[in-house]
């Protein structure tokens, strides 16, 4: 179960970033060439949101059967010294929350603004931070501190 959970968790990553760049595009296109905000901008923002949703889900379901995590709660003032553990046991989590969180104030202001112009902008703006909160906070194959698989198999 820990395995295929960790692998669905891996994957959405992609689905997340994905649609977070479509979103983005979407809405710096329509801010800055003063578009129109369509049913399909505002599909995008739904569906952008959702899947941010469904990895929050899985990440917490992944933070309590995973046996780092695990380690982190039961033992934790070594834990917290220990780079890989703190890491999954604390800085990931928070991270992550922030930029859901985020995703989740970008989709319920944008709806909530009257102007086509304004929503782009929104989203365009909480977005942004979001990506880069989001991207600052992924384990990188390609990162020297923790580092984990592009593609985890199931
Ligand atoms: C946009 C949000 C998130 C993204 C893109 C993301 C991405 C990732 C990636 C790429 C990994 C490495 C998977 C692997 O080893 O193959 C990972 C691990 C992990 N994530 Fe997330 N994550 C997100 C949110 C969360 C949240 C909200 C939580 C907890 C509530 C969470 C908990 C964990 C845990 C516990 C691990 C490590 C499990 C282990 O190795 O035992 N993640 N995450």
């Given at each position: 179960m820990y395995a295929f959970i960790l692998a669905l968790h891996s994957l959405i990553r992609w689905f997340v970033l994905a649609s977070l760049l479509f979103t983005l595009y979407r809405a710096y296109a329509g801010w800055l060439g003063n578009k129109a905000y369509s049913k399909f901008d505002d599909r995008v923002r739904i569906i952008t949101a959702t899947i941010a949703h469904i990895q929050l889900t899985v990440g917490l379901w992944l933070y309590f059967i995973s046996p780092i995590a695990n380690y982190f709660i039961s033992h934790f003032k070594e834990a917290v010294h220990e780079r890989q553990i703190r890491f999954f046991g604390m800085e990931h989590i928070t991270m992550m929350l922030i930029g859901i969180t985020l995703i989740t104030i970008a989709s319920a202001k944008a709806k909530r603004k009257t102007t086509d112009q304004e929503k782009f902008k929104t989203m365009a703006i909480w977005l942004t931070i979001a990506l880069l909160v989001i991207l600052s906070s992924i384990p990188w194959s390609?990162?020297?501190?923790i580092s984990r698989p592009l593609f985890r198999p199931f």
């Open positions: 390609f990162s020297p501190l």
